[in-house]
């Protein structure tokens, strides 16, 4: 009755999938952080399914450090953006070209 | 029972994950992350994963999602965003990892992956959280050192560049 390991991998799948697509498809580029997330957080349930699977907390404390890294990669994500948005007065990553070959 | 949670915490958070990336308006989007995350601490709970369920919700509902409303409301962002012009490229990508997706379920006979050795921790009869807190401050103790470190770094990261110049506010008072 218990569900299979390979249900939680799929789920973890589609949406780290998601992820990607939404990365490479939308220009706004708070949506590209917020996709960054859905990432994080596809990798975050593979964890903790392994972690239930194996009978091991290790995959749950390394939860912790994924999610320490996500706060830190949006703290400075944002203040990146901010600083953009006062440089150029948009958010749309068509216009950053300063380093397009 | 646990095979109903598991379809409709699964649904909910491949549809919220959609929504998230075609939503037009980054505030549905943030606000469809919200309930993706809800639904995530959700699903950890029927992994008996306590712990980990209510830092998801502290953590990422209630500081990241914040901040990000909190930026997009400070930009207040015109409507013209649409989808991007690689679109093509995006789909070649996601076809190629979902054709592979595909492939690797469908592969039979495969053995369950081999048990792990080495520092396993079992949770045993202690409850979720002091097992977490019992292996975190023993085996992962250099770790976690680190990770306060990057916090540290990402603070003042972000403190530096989202601040004006002061040079131009000295100027301007």
Redo the contacts between chains.
């Keep these: 009755?218990?569900?299979p390991?390979?249900?939680y991998l799929?789920?973890s799948?589609?949406?780290f999938?998601?992820?990607?697509?939404?990365v490479?498809?939308?220009?706004?580029i708070?949506?590209i952080?917020?996709?960054v997330?859905?990432m994080l957080?596809a990798t975050?349930?593979n964890f903790?399914?392994f972690?239930?699977?194996?009978?091991?907390?290790?995959g749950?404390?390394f939860?912790?450090?994924a999610?320490?890294?996500?706060?830190?990669?949006?703290?400075?994500g944002?203040?990146?953006?901010?600083?953009l948005?006062r440089a150029k007065s948009t958010?749309?990553?068509?216009e950053f070209q300063l380093l397009k070959w | 029972m646990e095979q109903i949670f598991f379809f409709y915490f699964a649904f909910v958070i491949a549809a919220a994950s959609v929504l998230v990336v075609a939503m037009r308006n980054p505030i549905y989007s943030a606000l469809a992350l919200l309930i993706m995350f809800f639904h995530v601490a959700g699903l950890y709970v029927t992994l008996h994963a306590e712990f980990l369920a209510a830092v998801q919700i502290i953590v990422y509902a209630g500081a990241i999602l914040v901040l990000y409303l909190f930026v997009v409301m400070l930009l207040n962002l015109r409507q013209d965003d649409r989808y991007h012009r690689q679109w093509p490229m995006a789909a070649g990508v996601g076809v190629t990892l979902f054709i592979e997706a595909i492939i690797l379920t469908a592969m039979k006979g495969w053995t369950a992956p081999v048990m792990a050795t080495g520092t396993e921790t079992t949770a045993g009869e202690a409850g979720n959280t002091e097992a977490i807190g019992d292996v975190l401050y023993s085996t992962y103790l250099f770790p976690f050192e680190v990770a306060s470190l990057i916090l540290l770094v990402a603070m003042i990261g972000a403190i530096i560049l989202a601040k004006k110049d002061l040079s131009d506010v000295n100027s301007e008072g």
Excluded at chain 1, 24 to 28: I, Q, T, V
Excluded at chain 1, 51 to 58: E, G, K, L, P, T
Excluded at chain 1, 78 to 83: E, K, P, Q, T
Excluded at chain 1, 91 to 94: A, F, G, S, T
């Design positions: 009755m218990t569900v390991l390979s249900y799929m789920l799948g589609i949406v999938l998601t992820g990607v697509i939404g490479l498809l939308r220009r706004n708070i949506i952080l917020l996709s997330e859905l957080n975050n349930i903790v399914a972690s239930r699977h194996f009978h091991d907390v290790a749950q404390v939860v912790f450090f999610l320490t890294v996500a706060a830190a990669e949006v703290a400075v944002l203040a990146i953006i901010v600083a948005y958010i749309n990553v068509d």
